[in-house]
């Protein structure tokens, strides 16, 4: 999974720095597991995020013990505290309680713990209902949890995003770009938000490089458009010359004309149905 | 066991009664899906990588510049425009002049590098035939005997035409000819009436394939692209170029894509400004008409062209013709609309209505300047809206001789101009065929059926004025004209204008 997590070509298209601490601690995980905390692990904590040095060392060896008892490693643990170092001042209680309720979701212990020490800001959830009601929403859409657990280690903010927005963006990959979701979810797209995912493969599609599956079509059978997560996880700049091989200048003139173009299109459709609703 | 399954059997087709099915899922190609497809065939070969940005372009609303009416409240218009963020094009005009006056004009030899898009056609068109053969008979392209088959069945007059192209290059028989004769009954086909009708019932032969009686191969348009030159041609560099000094163009500047605010009534009773495509614009600035000319548009309607060619007020005579009455109809709204002495002007025989084919009109030598706007594929139109497109099945063999009717036009319309008169022909299409094609094959009729020869006008001088507001076409792919392609940032065009000038 590590290896898996490591080559993810998504992540090394927007997040190349977080790959590399992902590698740093990787090598790390691969190498004999410390289960001590030391002074100087502390102390290279306290440099990284200088908010945790007014922490007493009980502190510290409180919420390593708490973290170390359901498995997460001190690496992970330091990796946690140095991104949210909110955490650290948290009872044990609160830490387990947050814990249970993500694995409540029943991702796997190894993958909720490396979705965990990504985003430790999900410790932060505290509302277990709510989590779940949303999980299962994902699932509904994404059939399994190991594909709802790469949605979120793509798209963290997807548990910050109401469900009808989730919908609309998961519809109009689905039905209108026609992307299965395998591909789905190796992608950052639903982190985008809708118009510009729209506009992106509108433009796409109008300059003839984005051509519809057909609706028989077989789904391991190799397209020429282009992958999900290079059409979304790429910057403007990047989008504009690597894929659509057009200037920025042009891009962005697009994005322009194509928010008037919509705007056009709903003032027209909203004249409409009020003009329906005076013939009634 | 199997008692019970006969029991439990439930019909299919009521099982899957709730799925739609995929050919109601998919949608139906309808008429720009069928431009937009053969434009990427065709100038997806022409341009290139180019094309791509040119489709997108194509496929996005066109940018609009405002053209103040001179004939309503002038300076408010202006400063309205002003504080909306246009900027007049004729400053755009003066400050490039003074730009280029410092550079050494680098003369850009046009026509110098022409024969690039001459070997693309070609190949285009040996591909296309290609295509058509293998559609009609799937084994040809596998079989080298196979090929043989069209020559013996002659399943239209493609092959006959061939032959007869062959043998004598000169003659160039029209579509419309080769369609009619093809009419004419076979002789070698007609039952002897001794054998009876009986013996209709028993040996019919097979005279066209079922199905495909008024087919016409595709291939047969980008035949009209010629480029042997049996004529004399000139080509000289444009001399002078003048904005006309009352013209008030508005336009934002590149990359700028706002909208324009919806034109007003004035004092006097017209609107305050008009909106057309951009590039619209240049023929009729390029057409150069000075004060006390009697001046033609030949296809007139919807009339943005002539109505510019009046707020330059240098006009002594227009006369507006156009093939349909409905069509001529709008433009003398579109007038009323804008000129508040719409009334004097055509009891004064300033301003002339005329409704006749541009083929047929006989004033011959009567007119210093002549505004050439043919009927075209009128790209960007096609491609967006299903309303009067030309790609519509029935219009195919219509839209296959479009060439020869602009080519018809124009031969008249340089018989029209008086010797040392110049014409502006222009189309709104990107096909090399409808445009050098046609000015090519114009030339090179009106030469031999009425001697006259003309000069073609190098404006790639001056349109290097406009290139802050539009984006060309390199001189380098043209051989006749100029060209304005649309782009994004400058979503103008496509238009493409060639400037002749009639010998003395």
């Known amino acids: 999974m590590l290896r898996k997590l490591l080559f993810n070509p998504q992540i090394a298209l927007s997040q190349q720095k977080k790959l590399k601490c992902t590698r740093y601690f990787a090598i790390k995980a691969a190498a004999p597991k410390i289960l001590e905390l030391q002074q100087v692990h502390i102390e290279e904590a306290i440099k990284l995020e200088p908010t945790l040095s007014i922490y007493t060392k009980q502190v510290w060896r409180r919420a390593h013990e708490t973290f170390l008892n359901h498995g997460l490693a001190t690496v992970n643990f330091l990796r946690i505290v140095t991104a949210n170092p909110a955490v650290l001042r948290r009872t044990p209680e609160r830490i387990i309680s947050s814990l249970e309720i993500w694995r409540a979701c029943q991702f796997g212990e190894t993958l909720l713990h490396l979705l965990l020490t990504k985003y430790p800001e999900l410790l932060d959830v505290s509302d277990s209902h709510q989590l779940l009601s949303h999980v299962g929403f994902l699932k509904s859409r994404v059939s399994t949890n190991k594909n709802v657990w790469k949605l979120l280690m793509n798209s963290p903010n997807l548990l910050a995003q109401s469900e009808k927005t989730i919908e609309e963006k998961l519809d109009y990959i689905i039905d209108v770009m026609r992307i299965e979701v395998p591909e789905l979810v190796k992608s950052a797209g639903l982190s985008m938000a809708f118009e510009e995912l729209r506009c992106r493969h509108q433009f796409l599609v109008r300059l003839g490089l984005f051509k519809p599956r057909a609706l028989k079509a077989d789904p391991d059978e190799p397209t020429t458009n282009h992958r999900l997560y290079q059409i979304t996880d790429t910057s403007e700049k990047t989008f504009a010359t690597k894929i659509c091989h057009v200037t920025l200048p042009e891009y962005e003139a697009f994005k322009d004309l194509h928010a008037r173009e919509i705007e056009r299109k709903t003032r027209k459709r909203r004249e409409e149905e009020d003009f329906s609703d005076e013939e009634e | ?504």
């Not at chain 2, 591909?127 to 069945?153: C, D, F, H, N």
């Not at chain 2, 706007?373 to 195919?396: A, G």
């Not at chain 2, 792919?477 to 010998?503: C, D, E």
């Open chain 2, 1 to 504: 066991m199997l008692i019970l399954r006969n029991i439990c059997w439930l019909q299919r087709r009521w099982k899957s009664g709730g799925k739609k099915r995929w050919n109601v899922l998919q949608n139906k190609k309808n008429n720009c899906d069928r431009a937009l497809e053969s434009f990427d065939d065709f100038y997806g070969s022409v341009y290139g990588g180019r094309w791509k940005n040119m489709r997108a372009a194509l496929l996005t609303r066109h940018k609009y510049i405002a053209m103040v009416n001179n004939f309503g409240d002038t300076e408010q218009t202006c400063s309205m425009l002003e504080t909306d963020g246009a900027i007049n094009m004729k400053s755009l005009i003066n400050l490039a002049q003074e730009r280029l006056q410092g550079t050494d004009p680098a003369l850009k030899g046009q026509g110098q590098n022409r024969y690039e898009i001459d070997d693309k056609l070609d190949a285009l068109l040996r591909k296309q035939q290609e295509r058509e053969v293998a559609s009609i008979y799937p084994s040809a392209g596998e079989g080298g005997a196979a090929v043989q088959m069209p020559q013996q069945l002659k399943y239209d007059n493609v092959e006959e035409k061939e032959e007869s192209q062959t043998e004598s290059p000169d003659f160039k028989q029209s579509l419309t000819k080769a369609l009619e004769e093809d009419v004419k009954l076979d002789e070698h086909r007609l039952v002897d009436p001794q054998f009876g009708t009986g013996g209709l019932y028993e040996y019919m032969p097979a005279h066209s394939i079922k199905g495909m009686e008024d087919w016409v191969a595709e291939s047969e348009h980008y035949k009209y692209y010629q480029t042997s030159a049996d004529f004399p041609l000139r080509i000289e560099p444009e001399t002078s170029f003048h904005f006309p000094e009352h013209l008030a163009l508005y336009t934002y500047e590149m990359g700028n894509c706002s909208d324009f605010k919806a034109p007003k009534k004035c004092l006097t009773g017209v609107s305050s400004h008009f909106l057309m495509d951009g590039a619209s614009t240049l023929p009729p600035l390029f057409l150069q008409v000075q004060p006390g000319e009697r001046v033609l548009d030949a296809c007139a309607s919807p009339g943005g062209k002539s109505l510019l060619l009046l707020q330059t007020l240098h006009l002594d005579q227009l006369v507006c013709n156009d093939i349909q009455e409905s069509r001529l109809n709008r433009l003398r709204r579109l007038m009323q609309e804008f000129l508040f002495d719409y009334k004097q002007r055509s009891a004064a025989r300033h301003l002339i209505f005329s409704q006749s084919d541009a083929r047929n009109l006989d004033e011959y030598e009567q007119y210093d300047k002549i505004l050439v706007d043919v009927p075209c594929t009128t790209d960007r139109h096609v491609v967006m809206e299903q309303d009067n497109n030309i790609f519509k099945p029935s219009r195919i063999k219509e839209r296959l001789r479009i060439p020869e009717l602009q080519a018809g036009i124009l031969t008249n319309c340089l018989r029209l101009l008086r010797p040392g008169g110049s014409l502006v022909y222009s189309t709104c299409s990107l096909s090399p065929i409808q445009n050098d094609g046609v000015v090519h094959m114009a030339l090179q009729k009106v030469f031999v059926e009425h001697g006259i020869t003309a000069t073609i006008k190098d404006l790639s001088r001056h349109t290097e004025l406009f290139s802050d507001v539009f984006k060309f076409e390199h001189p380098k792919g043209l051989k006749y004209g100029q060209m304005v392609i649309p782009y994004l940032p400058a979503n103008f065009g496509p238009m493409y204008f060639s400037k002749i000038t009639r010998n003395v």
